[in-house]
């Protein structure tokens, strides 16, 4: 049973526009959700995080959206660039515990030039 | 600095061959963790460690043991290799700390045919 849901599998976007991959949980008790960003024949490495006492938090052009009350957050890649290409994981865990880290099936963005 | 170090990055088995994946990590971080990369499955938890000496498991560990004997070592072991093994496996490390982020290797590409 996945954890946390993450949508689309796949997405192609053209250079300078928005990229944005949704992700949802039922679990209440997730406290902190980072996104990853893997390039093909890496690991996955931190791209930015949120904890559920903000709606949002912006890092250049990554944006994390946060609906607490619909169990829901969102990656916004905005002006998206070809060396954005790569695969996005959103993550949920719990921080009293904060041992597990639970994934999303992963979301593949090709940014055309 | 090399960070997560995986070894080796490919191997091939065969059914019901033993092996065992190596991780070193030289952050000198508690936290130390495995993870197994499907298509369309995402990154799925197999077990993890928090301590020298400590093992726990994860979200999918059949099949599978671990051994920590060393802090900056984390030891994945496959005793009877089954085609449903076939995957690319991941090793993460972290500091403690709610916030601190999954340092990952890059990588095992395994075959089981």
């Known amino acids: 049973q996945q954890q946390v849901k993450q949508s689309p599998q796949s997405l192609i976007v053209q250079k300078g526009g928005i990229s944005i991959i949704n992700c949802a949980y039922e679990n209440t008790a997730f406290d902190y959700f980072p996104w990853y960003q893997q390039f093909p024949g890496k690991g996955p490495a931190l791209l930015i995080a949120i904890r559920p006492d903000v709606s949002e938090k912006k890092e250049g052009r990554f944006t994390i959206s946060f609906n607490k009350s619909a169990k829901q957050f969102s990656l916004h890649i905005m002006d998206s660039q070809p060396g954005d290409s790569a695969t996005y994981f959103c993550a949920a865990s719990m921080t009293n515990t904060g041992n597990q880290f639970y994934f999303g099936t992963g979301t593949s963005l090709t940014v055309i030039p | 600095n090399a960070g997560v170090t995986q070894t080796p990055k490919f191997r091939v088995l065969k059914t019901g061959q033993s092996m065992t994946l190596l991780c070193a990590q030289d952050?000198?971080?508690?936290?130390m963790y495995w993870y197994r990369q499907d298509p369309g499955m995402g990154l799925r938890l197999i077990h993890y460690s928090v301590g020298e000496g400590t093992t726990a498991k994860g979200e999918v560990p059949d099949g599978y043991n671990v051994s920590r004997l060393k802090k900056q070592n984390f030891l994945l072991g496959l005793e009877s290799a089954a085609p449903s093994q076939t995957s690319v496996y991941f090793c993460?490390?972290?500091?403690?700390?709610?916030?601190?982020?999954?340092?990952f290797g890059n990588g095992t590409r395994l075959t089981v045919t």
């Open positions: 993460a490390s972290r500091r403690q700390g709610w916030d601190s982020p999954l340092h």
């Open positions: 952050m000198n971080h508690e936290y």
